[in-house]
């Protein structure tokens, strides 16, 4: 595992998109797992800055969603679908052939995962999965004691979490009882992993992680092993 500690949001960020960089460098076509949340926003800047400069072709890689809202349609302003084109994706050079999101309110969520697992398939499964860490420790959707196996499946999410992602909305939304997320068997899968962590709440996630003990009350601790991790952190949560 290499580890990176940096200094600042501007640091952080610029760690994780030199990472991004660098695989897309040795192959353009990347099958890419994308994630939301405030964390990866200062990544997408840099994306989107280096392909301005053209020091990154983005145009040429398959992009998937880790999870979704159960319920909650890729138009509404609240999905994680609407999170990565206000971010990232309508400000790229990606083609819409180039992108498969989850479809939170489709009318069988069993089949729509099975379909995100099989368009990940014929990719040949993901090069790159972008994560960030719960302060449960919970990596997409993945919640504590979820199985090690599992590819993309309906989940039901914890208060924990539910509060957490409410306080990303200032109106009244509500955070949906369920998600459908890509599960730790696929995550695990991923020929290299980027390991996004920032903010206090993640001490003790990224504790039990580097402590190197899997652990299935601590879902990150399913990635102690994996062969390409790179965990970018703020170097305020170090210990010792």
């Known amino acids: 595992m290499q580890i ?89 050079a990606i083609a819409p052939g180039q992108v498969r999101l989850l479809q939170g309110d489709a009318p069988d969520i069993a089949a729509e995962a099975q379909a995100h697992d099989a368009a990940v398939a014929a990719q040949g499964g993901l090069d790159l999965a972008i994560l960030g860490l719960g302060a449960n420790g919970h990596i997409a959707f993945n919640e504590p004691g979820a199985s090690w196996d599992a590819t993309t499946h309906v989940v039901p999410l914890t208060q924990e979490t539910r509060a957490a992602n409410a306080a990303y909305f200032a109106d009244a939304f509500t955070v949906p009882s369920e998600g459908v997320t890509m599960g730790i068997g696929m995550l695990r899968a991923a020929r290299h992993i980027l390991l996004m962590v920032s903010g206090a709440s993640k001490a003790q996630a990224l504790e039990a992680f580097l402590a190197g003990r899997p652990d299935p009350s601590w879902p990150v601790t399913a990635l102690c092993g994996h062969p390409s991790v790179t965990l970018v952190a703020d170097s305020a949560l170090r210990r010792g």
């Open 4 to 92: 990176e500690w940096t200094d600042g949001e501007e640091s952080f960020a610029d760690r994780a998109a030199k990472h991004v960089a660098a695989r897309f460098a040795d192959k353009p076509t990347q099958t890419v797992a994308l994630p939301t949340g405030m964390t990866p926003v200062g990544l997408y800047r840099r994306l989107l800055a280096l392909e301005a400069a053209g020091a990154i072709r983005l145009g040429a890689a398959h992009y998937f969603n880790l999870d979704e809202y159960v319920g909650v349609p890729q138009a509404d302003s609240h999905s994680f679908a609407a999170f990565l084109h206000r971010h990232f994706l309508d400000q790229a």
